[in-house]
C-alpha cells in the first residue's frame, strides 16, 4: 500500500506555479502518493490563518507562492512553531532579481497567470465565498451555490474555501441560541443548506486551545461544557425546522465532509 502524504499550495494568485513544483517534486517518490491541494488567491491573514491551522491538523507539507513578504513570513513562521514543512516558492527568486536590479518588486498577486474559463469561475466562486464568510452578507445566501450553518469552531471557514476552490459559491453563517438567525435562509432550498456539528467532547477542546492562543483563560462559559450543549441542541433543532442535512464533523476531515456535501447536491448540467 503506498504511503499517503497531504501537500497544502497556497497562493495569492491561481497557485499554478507552486503547484507545478510540488507535482514535480512529489513525482520523484513513485511508490508514496501525494494529496495535493490548492488554496489559491490568499490575500489575507484572516483567511491564511484558517487554512494554516487545517494544514496544521492534516500534517501537511506547505509550498506557498506568496508575494506580500507578511504573508510569506506568517506561513514560515507557522510552519516553523508546528514542526511543519514549508517551502517558499517565490520570495528567494524575488530576493535574487531584487538584489541583480538593486530595485524592489511590484509586489503585485497574480502577474502571470493563464486566463481561461474555469479560472474565472474559481476567482469568482472564491471571491463570493470570502464576501459570504461568517455572515457577513446575508443577501447572498440565496445566490450561494451551498449554505453553510454551523456553531462556533466547526470549521465553517476552511470548508468554505475548500467547496470555493471546487468553483462552489459558498455562504456560511454562524448560528447560536443568542446569534439572530438571517431570514434569507428560510428563502434557500432545504438541499443547498448543510447544518455542521460536532460532540461536546471535541468542541470542548478546541474551545479551550482557542482561547489559550489567545493568551486567555481557556476555562469560559465560551468552553463550558453544559453552554457547548445548548449550543448544538440548538443547532439540531434548527435543522430539522429547515429540513436541511446535518453533518457531524468530529471524526471528519475538511476533504470528507466537502465530498459529502458535493455529492449531496443537485447535480450541476454540463455544458459541452
Request: with cysteine; net charge positive.
Amino acid at each position: 500500500m503506498k504511503t499517503i502524504y497531504n501537500v497544502f499550495v497556497i497562493s495569492d494568485s491561481s497557485g499554478q506555479t507552486g503547484t507545478a513544483i510540488a507535482k514535480t517534486a512529489a513525482a520523484q517518490f513513485p511508490e508514496a502518493r501525494a494529496n495535493i491541494s490548492q488554496y489559491p488567491f490568499i490575500r489575507t491573514k484572516s483567511i491564511l490563518s484558517g487554512i494554516l491551522k487545517l494544514a496544521k491538523e492534516n500534517n501537511a507539507i506547505i509550498f506557498h507562492t506568496l508575494v506580500n513578504p507578511e504573508l510569506s513570513d506568517m506561513v514560515s513562521l507557522f510552519a516553523r512553531q508546528n514542526k511543519l514543512s514549508s517551502f517558499d516558492c517565490i520570495q528567494k527568486p524575488i530576493d535574487i532579481i531584487s538584489h541583480r536590479l538593486n530595485e524592489s518588486s511590484a509586489e503585485v498577486p497574480g502577474l502571470v497567470h493563464n486566463l481561461n474559463a474555469e479560472y474565472f469561475k474559481r476567482i469568482a466562486s472564491i471571491e463570493f465565498t470570502v464576501a459570504n464568510d461568517d455572515g457577513r452578507n446575508p443577501s447572498g445566501l440565496t445566490k450561494a451555490d451551498i449554505v453553510i450553518l454551523g456553531v462556533s469552531r466547526t470549521s465553517k471557514t476552511p470548508l468554505s474555501l475548500y467547496l470555493a476552490n471546487e468553483s462552489y459559491k459558498v455562504a456560511n453563517v454562524p448560528i447560536g441560541p443568542n446569534i439572530q438567525l438571517p431570514k434569507e435562509v428560510w428563502d434557500v432550498d432545504p438541499k443547498k443548506i448543510f447544518g455542521l456539528t460536532n460532540s461536546v467532547t471535541k468542541l470542548k477542546q478546541i474551545r479551550t486551545q482557542r482561547m489559550k492562543e489567545y493568551g486567555l483563560d481557556g476555562e469560559t462559559p465560551y468552553s463550558n461544557p453544559d453552554n457547548i450543549k445548548k449550543e448544538l441542541d440548538y443547532a439540531k433543532n434548527l435543522y430539522r425546522k429547515i429540513g436541511c442535512l446535518s453533518i457531524n464533523v468530529a471524526n471528519k476531515s475538511i476533504e470528507e465532509t466537502a465530498t459529502i456535501i458535493t455529492e449531496s447536491l443537485p447535480k450541476r448540467s454540463i455544458i459541452i
